[in-house]
């Protein structure tokens, strides 16, 4: 599963959470031992900026997500490490700045924004730009 594959799931699985009183949820089912691309899984017009809002709320905040990759990994429960970004990066086709810079984290999080649009989120300009 590609690193971008689970935001997409993180994402996914919040946005249908359950909604008739369900107090427990089902692990989601893993995907084919061959994970289909990205976009074989849209988000179907999931509100990315709604979803991050309210994920933001329950952790105290969610850090500075809307520019910092690490802050958004991080509220997400992935990996925010250098090697993961480093993988995402890769994976995104993000070559701005050295890894670890300033200059790639901005760059990075502008692509995961533009990402997830094109996956069918619904994501404001501001985030993508």
Known sequence: MSFFSKILDKLRGHSSAPTSGSSTTAPMPPAAPTAAPASAAPLSDVDVEAVLAQMAAKKGGGGNYKTSIVDLLKMLDLDSSL??????ATELNVNA????TAEQNIALQK??????AKNGGKVPASLRD
Not at 97 to 100: D, E, F, R, T, V
Not at 111 to 116: I, W
Request: no cysteine; net charge positive; glycine share 12%.
């Open 97 to 100: 700045g050295a890894p670890g």
């Open 83 to 88: 090697d993961a970004r480093k993988q995402l």
């Open 111 to 116: 692509a995961v924004m533009r990402e997830l």
